[in-house]
């Protein structure tokens, strides 16, 4: 479909090893955040990249917590040593430019997420 | 800082039941204020917003008023249906990045 695509669906790992999240925004949507949720904790934010602009890492809990965005369009979610407490759905979303009134609409777009399990 | 507290669910309802989902905000100046819904196994999708005080966002039934005196954003439905059947987030965004802080949801059952 034509809707925010994240893989892998489901995750499990064993601590201390790392782990890649992708996710495939929509066409055209150049703002992508990505937030955590986890049991009884609501959604976090991590991350937002808009265009070419330096991304906002400021909802990022540790250093070992990383996230890029290639061609301004796929991005990945890149936990090293994973721990326990990193045991969440990532969620990603998608919007258009705040310049073009999208982001501003509060309107954005959510993938299905990714359930990562640490052991 | 900015925040939002919802009402600690679930909250599980007869069909036709009337619901109300209280949400409260805490921010500096004015935030636009969102309601979300997740409906089992798919994505976040926006439910209603409001960008301004006394604006009543509406869609499928449901409606909430942005009270600024109140700092409140309440989600009502006079007469839910099983299909209203979700995990149900308020949200706010101070800034025109759509940076939303969003509330820990509300489940709602509705049963038959």
């Known amino acids: 479909g034509a809707g925010v695509s994240q893989s892998p669906s489901n995750k499990v790992t064993e601590k201390g090893k790392d782990v890649e999240l992708r996710c495939d925004p929509i066409?055209?949507?150049?703002?992508l955040y990505w937030y955590r949720q986890s049991l009884g904790q609501g959604l976090e934010f991590l991350i937002y990249?808009?265009?070419?602009?330096?991304?906002?890492k400021s909802g990022l809990p540790s250093d070992r917590f990383s996230a890029e965005r290639t061609g301004g369009s796929v991005s990945t979610l890149t936990i090293q040593r994973t721990q326990q407490e990193d045991s969440a759905v990532y969620l990603c979303?998608?919007?258009?430019?705040?310049?073009?009134?999208?982001?501003?609409?509060?309107?954005?777009?959510f993938g299905e997420g990714s359930r990562l399990t640490v052991l | 800082g900015n925040s939002v507290t919802q009402m600690e669910g679930p909250v599980t309802l007869s069909e036709e039941a009337f619901l109300t989902i209280n949400c409260t905000y805490t921010?500096?100046?004015?935030?636009?204020l969102f309601w979300y819904v997740q409906y089992p196994g798919e994505g976040l999708q926006l439910l209603l917003k409001?960008?301004?005080?006394?604006d009543k966002g509406s869609n499928k039934g449901f409606e909430a008023t942005y009270r600024k005196e109140t700092t409140s954003f309440h989600l009502e439905k006079g007469s839910v249906q099983v299909s209203d059947s979700a995990v149900y987030f308020c949200?706010?965004?101070?800034?025109?990045?759509?940076?939303?802080?969003f509330g820990q949801g509300t489940t709602l059952q509705v049963k038959p």
């Open positions: 979303a998608s919007s258009l430019a705040p310049t073009l009134g999208g982001s501003i609409t509060g309107e954005l777009f």
């Open positions: 066409s055209g949507h150049t703002a």
């Open positions: 990249f808009q265009g070419n602009s330096a991304p906002d």
């Open positions: 921010a500096t100046g004015y935030p636009s």
């Open positions: 409001a960008t301004k005080a006394d």
């Open positions: 949200a706010l965004s101070r800034s025109n990045t759509g940076k939303l802080i």
